[in-house]
């Protein structure tokens, strides 16, 4: 499978956008996604993440069989709950650390610190039971769901894609009740990420991925009219956004506006947002593709593609160097824009850092501890290559 280099660089811009929009005196979270578009890189990195998973699965099963991508993903589902706890205890820490020098933070909750400290396994446990999910931390535990379901439900959407369409589209329709059920710190119940509804923008990127030829097969000869609806789409999310940051001279507007498409729920993912982040989806992908191409190969977007390949790594990073950087922006109080900023472009800068020594020294080494592990299991089967044993 090649690398779509205009994909990892869009993953890394969400892991940055993610990271600045979690420092409340951030000075550039003013120019990232909320501040001009209905949905944020919450949506960038589902659909980014369902979209690679259906990329992988077509190549695992290609080369190994169905049952190797579904042995495949279910490890991952596992990787990426594990990746949750680690995250989880360091980013509590790292508060902990923070509050007793005396340096305030708003960025999460200082209640995990006191946990941590006081009921260190009970801690663990309501991280691993997903019965808690800490703010910045919350999007992977809605990740570890959906990759956990992935084993049973792209076969299926393999087989019959529409049936399964419209099974995903009516748990979404259905979300909220289903998500109240599931047990939860939150006195209302469910996970702030809702997987019932979460699941359609998700599992919509992984059909992007299985069948992308066959859907852009479709869509380009009408090419014109799906880019004018889908200007459409993504003008009138925008419109919601700035309207709102307007106020009340804006106030018909929005009262109009809000005739059209009700009401905004982020966490079950309401239909707006959903459609806002498909147009913008098709936009970027058809007639933006060349300009995403020549930005992606540009040094901005190189460096941009090292953070999104980090991985789990990079979105550690990203977390622990939210709080720990909101802490800097905040302390002392009254820090200049100048001053912010300097933090905002270190934080960039440390995490690119980051990523790079990942690329460097923790891909390499976990590529060739999976390559050892496939040849002893080739070994034990008695179907090593010759010479290899």
Not at 63 to 80: I, L, P, S, Y
Not at 108 to 121: C, F, K
Not at 262 to 289: H, N
């Amino acid at each position: 499978m090649n690398r779509m280099i205009a994909l990892d660089m869009l993953r890394g811009y969400a892991l940055l956008s993610i990271m600045v929009n979690h420092m409340p005196d951030s000075v550039m979270r003013g120019v990232t996604l909320p501040n001009f578009s209905i949905f944020d890189a919450s949506e960038l990195f589902v659909l980014l993440s369902g979209f690679l998973v259906g990329m992988v699965w077509l190549s695992v099963e290609r080369r190994e069989g169905q049952r190797a991508a579904q042995w495949r993903f279910a490890r991952r589902a596992f990787e990426v709950w594990r990746a949750l706890i680690l995250i989880g205890v360091l980013m509590a820490l790292l508060s902990a650390g923070l509050l007793a020098a005396g340096m305030a933070h708003t960025a999460i909750w200082n209640q995990y610190a006191v946990w941590v400290i006081e009921n260190p396994l009970g801690y663990v446990g309501s991280l691993a039971s997903l019965w808690l999910q800490p703010n910045i931390v919350d999007v992977l535990a809605v990740y570890v769901v959906l990759l956990a379901v992935t084993p049973v439900i792209v076969p299926l959407m393999l087989r019959w894609p529409l049936v399964v369409a419209v099974a995903l589209l009516a748990v979404w329709w259905h979300g909220p009740e289903l998500n109240s059920l599931l047990p939860n710190h939150r006195r209302q119940g469910g996970l702030l990420f809702n997987p019932f509804g979460w699941q359609l923008l998700f599992f919509s990127g992984v059909a992007m991925g299985l069948f992308r030829d066959r859907i852009m097969a479709t869509l380009l000869p009408r090419r014109h009219l799906v880019t004018a609806l889908a200007l459409g789409m993504f003008a009138f999310g925008c419109a919601i956004v700035i309207a709102a940051r307007i106020g009340e001279p804006a106030l018909a507007v929005r009262q109009a506006m809000r005739l059209v498409y009700g009401s905004i729920d982020k966490w079950s993912l309401d239909g707006t947002r959903y459609l806002a982040i498909i147009a913008a989806t098709w936009l970027v992908v058809v007639p933006l593709g060349p300009l995403m191409a020549r930005i992606a190969a540009s040094p901005p977007g190189v460096w941009m593609q090292q953070i999104g390949r980090g991985g789990l790594w990079s979105f550690g990073a990203c977390v622990l160097l939210s709080v720990l950087c909101d802490a800097l922006q905040i302390n002392p109080a009254g820090q200049s824009a100048a001053a912010r900023l300097a933090v905002d472009l270190w934080a960039c800068v440390a995490l690119w850092w980051l990523s790079i020594l990942w690329l460097r020294h923790g891909d390499p080494w976990r590529r060739a501890r999976k390559a050892r592990r496939k040849l002893r299991r080739s070994i034990a089967r008695g179907d090593a290559p010759a010479g290899m044993v």
